[in-house]
């Protein structure tokens, strides 16, 4: 198992704090704003007498709501089609065992989310990269490279869009030709839409399901996690119309019994959240967006496409080795009292040497601390003793 470059670096962030120094977390997807008042308000009022076990696919009630919801982004699936899990992570590892036997492979544009490659292997399946590169804004691959890379043992293809970690926004044309592959290939169209709400070229944001004459091979993979910043409460969902996948799948949940009570409780309320307040934390994303990407692409050496969805980024920096340096960052710097937390890129590749000088950042901190990031970065930059510019 591959560790989290994400999380791999608690330990020196927990040890630069009890060293009284402030960490600036820009290494996790973890936002910063309230949850919505209607799923605080149904945690606070529970009214149950026993908090029981869960349907294994989800209480119904949520997934009636899920059902609405998907057809507000004309998503048209029905309440049968949607099986809750225990985030949006286990939605991943529940589709990938449930398609895949051992030895099976999927093939993933990279950077990718790091996890998908822990659950492929939990899986005993094989992840398959086709490179995209930062030069290029991490556009989607040509369509030969896909086919270069297609081989009998070959599943699916796993498509996050939004795209976490570069941000990046298939368009209606890269979507058409992944479409092509699937159905000329009789694959799985796993894809990851849990950024749904965050797509900023104002264009429509396009669903897997959205795509003609494969709606049985779509499996999608959602969580309240991040439009609702609920992280906490590990509730995801795997939606998909194949009769016999979600037969296997069910298999996976009952094994794992229930997924959690409290967590669809607040989910099935939080669906309930005003426009306004997803209008709010639209813009909010916006603002912190813009101000980050042009405070990065200020400092000598650094190089940030702009992301179009999501909200994260990953940016090329003059050091020798991304990952020495943000070890770094946290164990032997500090400027005023300050340092930053990072996710070195190479975790989101698996092609060795690749992204060795690339971090991915997520906005999730409000304008005032990504200001004295930037700031701290910067002061970084110039004391690093790898780095690579003068």
Not at 250 to 275: H, N, T
Request: hydrophobic share 40%; aromatic share 10%; charged share 25%.
């Amino acid at each position: 198992m591959p560790a989290s470059p994400i999380r791999k670096l608690v330990p020196l962030a927990n040890d630069a704090k009890a060293r009284g120094i402030k960490v600036y977390h820009l290494n996790i997807g973890q936002p910063d704003l309230p949850t919505p008042a209607e799923g605080l308000a149904a945690l606070k009022n529970i009214d149950r007498k026993v908090l029981e076990y869960s349907p294994s696919e989800g209480l119904y009630s949520l997934r009636k709501k899920l059902e609405s919801y998907y057809h507000r982004f004309h998503i048209k699936v029905d309440v049968d089609d949607i099986i809750v899990t225990t985030g949006g992570s286990e939605a991943v590892l529940f589709a990938f065992m449930a398609c895949l036997d051992p030895g099976d492979e999927i093939i993933v544009p990279e950077p990718a989310y790091a996890n998908y490659m822990a659950f492929a292997i939990s899986a005993g399946a094989k992840i398959v990269t086709v490179p995209s590169n930062i030069d290029e804004g991490f556009a989607l691959p040509p369509l030969e490279k896909f086919e270069e890379l297609i081989t009998p043992r070959t599943k699916g293809i796993l498509i996050c869009n939004p795209n976490n970690p570069t941000g990046y926004l298939y368009t209606q044309k890269e979507m058409n030709q992944i479409r092509d592959i699937v159905k000329k290939y009789d694959l799985f169209l796993f894809s990851d839409e849990v950024y749904r709400e965050f797509c900023y070229t104002g264009a429509p944001y396009i669903s897997a399901f959205h795509l003609k004459g494969i709606e049985e091979q779509v499996v999608l993979i959602d969580s309240v996690s991040k439009r609702y910043s609920e992280c906490g409460i590990r509730v995801g969902a795997i939606i998909t119309k194949h009769k016999e996948l979600k037969a296997n799948v069910m298999k996976f949940c009952q094994a794992r019994l229930s997924p959690p009570l409290l967590g669809q409780i607040v989910a099935e309320a939080s669906i309930d959240a005003p426009e306004s307040y997803m209008l709010g934390t639209y813009n909010e994303y916006v603002e912190r967006r813009k101000f980050l990407i042009d405070g990065l692409n200020r400092i000598p050496g650094c190089y940030s496409p702009i992301p179009m969805g999501a909200f994260y980024t990953v940016v090329s920096l003059p050091v020798d080795d991304a990952d020495k340096f943000c070890e770094w960052c946290l164990r032997d710097f500090q400027y005023e009292g300050a340092t930053v937390f990072m996710a070195p890129a190479s975790g989101f590749y698996t092609t060795p040497g690749v992204g060795k000088n690339e971090v991915r950042m997520a906005y999730v901190l409000k304008k005032e601390d990504l200001a004295q990031a930037l700031t701290v970065l910067k002061e970084a930059l110039k004391e690093y003793p790898g780095r690579t510019i003068a």
